[in-house]
């Protein structure tokens, strides 16, 4: 007789969910990367954009080249501090996803270990009735002599 595990729908409806929780959490991860490396961008910019003031204040500037540059850091300022609140969204919705992942993973195994110990207890069964029927034939075959 084959092993039929009584809740097989369940275990195969869990490892659905974990199957969509890592799909779910490589997404996040995915976006955290794009929103970081647009942060990490913003902010070589500001850098070289330092860089090029300091060296430009050094010598002969207008003052309206330097309201430029004070108008482009500004700017860059503010699209630094808003990068910065969706990478710090993206990283929590990240962790988010990966505590769900890390359940859903939870659940399968449970599910898993259930399963196997089942299917152990089957096994077992299966010998206690195969070694009765052994024992059965034997019986006979020593009346019969």
């Given at each position: 007789?084959?092993?039929?595990y009584?809740?097989?729908?369940l275990?195969?409806?869990?490892?659905r969910?974990?199957?969509?929780?890592?799909?779910?959490?490589?997404?996040?991860?995915?976006?955290f990367?794009?929103?970081?490396?647009?942060l990490?961008?913003?902010l070589?910019?500001?850098?070289?954009?330092?860089?090029?003031?300091?060296?430009?204040l050094?010598?002969?500037?207008?003052?309206?080249?330097?309201?430029?540059?004070?108008?482009?850091?500004?700017?860059?300022?503010?699209?630094?501090?808003?990068?910065?609140?969706?990478?710090?969204?993206?990283?929590a919705?990240?962790?988010?996803?990966?505590?769900l992942?890390?359940d859903?993973?939870?659940?399968?195994?449970?599910?898993?270990?259930?399963?196997?110990?089942?299917r152990?207890?089957?096994?077992?069964?299966?010998?206690?009735?195969?070694?009765v029927?052994?024992?059965?034939?034997?019986v006979?075959?020593?009346?019969?002599?």
């Open positions: 007789m084959q092993f039929r009584s809740l097989q729908k275990m195969d409806l869990k490892e969910e974990k199957e969509e929780a890592e799909n779910v959490y490589s997404s996040a991860v995915k976006t990367e794009e929103v970081a490396t647009e990490y961008h913003l070589k910019r500001k850098e070289a954009l330092e860089e090029d003031a300091r060296t430009k050094s010598s002969l500037v207008s003052v309206l080249d330097i309201q430029s540059m004070q108008a482009s850091m500004l700017f860059l300022q503010e699209a630094i501090v808003k990068q910065q609140k969706r990478t710090q969204l993206a990283r919705k990240m962790e988010e996803k990966h505590q992942l890390l859903a993973s939870f659940e399968h195994k449970k599910h898993e270990k259930i399963r196997e110990k089942k152990m207890q089957f096994v077992v069964e299966e010998n206690r009735l195969e070694q029927s052994m024992d059965e034939i034997s006979q075959r020593f009346v019969r002599q």
